[in-house]
């Protein structure tokens, strides 16, 4: 798969790497970044960027840890001032939130399962997301600099969090039982509403909170 424009397709429109499949795509002022597996290169999914006037992209992440079937860089997303990149990556042996300079310098991770206390079910599975959500995924900036994340708390379940932009001061915003989880994430412009997915395993519907501050 390649990354292009519609409604028409335009050779100057396609951003394409050869047999890759590109996901994931996020504006990043004038840069556009996005995951991609390259089988020629790795197998897995790393983070890249593209000037979107045009060029070949850029490797951003070299992802050599994780856990059994989660080894990867993904959903990457940009501040609001285009400086930082924050993603999900394996690296340090769950999955976590990092954030990274355009060119990919400065990698940090912000996230740590320490953090979360999971608890005693998810502290030994090595089998990946499911059914041990004890990782934070699908980063999203709001205009204020704070970061929305989903994390697992428990077996089968996570919950929206956020957290200042060097990972300080990390508040849980949702809060729900037995297997209803939230997930993926976004801040209204002005910081006064948040948009996630929410549900079971099996049934996925779209929640609004409204914020009692700006975010």
């Given at each position: 798969?390649?990354?292009?424009?519609?409604?028409?397709?335009?050779?100057?429109?396609?951003?394409?790497?050869?047999?890759?499949?590109?996901?994931?795509?996020?504006?990043?002022?004038?840069?556009?970044?996005?995951?991609?597996?390259?089988?020629a290169v790795h197998?897995?999914?790393?983070?890249?960027?593209?000037?979107?006037?045009?060029?070949?992209?850029?490797?951003?992440?070299?992802?050599?840890?994780?856990?059994?079937?989660?080894?990867?860089?993904?959903?990457?997303?940009?501040?609001?001032?285009?400086?930082?990149?924050?993603?999900?990556?394996?690296?340090?042996?769950?999955?976590?939130?990092?954030?990274?300079?355009?060119d990919g310098s400065?990698?940090?991770?912000?996230?740590?399962?320490?953090?979360?206390?999971?608890?005693?079910?998810?502290?030994?599975?090595?089998?990946?997301?499911?059914?041990?959500?004890?990782?934070?995924?699908?980063?999203?900036?709001?205009?204020?600099?704070?970061?929305?994340?989903?994390?697992?708390?428990?077996?089968?379940?996570?919950?929206?969090?956020?957290?200042?932009?060097?990972?300080?001061?990390?508040?849980?915003?949702?809060?729900?039982?037995?297997?209803?989880?939230?997930?993926?994430?976004?801040?209204?412009?002005?910081?006064?509403?948040?948009?996630?997915?929410?549900?079971?395993?099996?049934?996925?519907?779209?929640?609004?909170?409204?914020?009692?501050?700006?975010?």
């Open positions: 798969r390649d990354l292009h424009s519609f409604p028409t397709r335009r050779s100057s429109d396609l951003i394409a790497l050869a047999d890759a499949s590109l996901l994931q795509p996020a504006f990043c002022g004038t840069s556009l970044v996005f995951a991609a597996v390259v089988p197998a897995n999914l790393e983070v890249y960027r593209v000037d979107l006037a045009g060029g070949t992209p850029t490797r951003l992440t070299t992802t050599t840890a994780g856990r059994p079937n989660d080894v990867w860089a993904q959903l990457p997303a940009c501040d609001a001032t285009y400086d930082q990149i924050t993603f999900s990556w394996t690296q340090s042996g769950s999955t976590e939130i990092w954030k990274m300079n355009l400065g990698k940090t991770q912000l996230t740590s399962p320490q953090e979360r206390s999971p608890g005693a079910l998810c502290a030994n599975y090595q089998g990946g997301m499911s059914p041990c959500y004890d990782d934070c995924n699908a980063p999203s900036w709001a205009a204020s600099g704070r970061i929305a994340m989903f994390c697992g708390i428990e077996q089968q379940r996570g919950e929206i969090f956020t957290m200042d932009a060097d990972g300080a001061n990390q508040m849980q915003l949702t809060l729900d039982a037995g297997l209803l989880t939230n997930d993926g994430p976004t801040f209204s412009l002005d910081g006064l509403h948040l948009a996630f997915m929410h549900g079971d395993p099996s049934t996925q519907e779209i929640g609004r909170a409204s914020c009692r501050e700006r975010v």
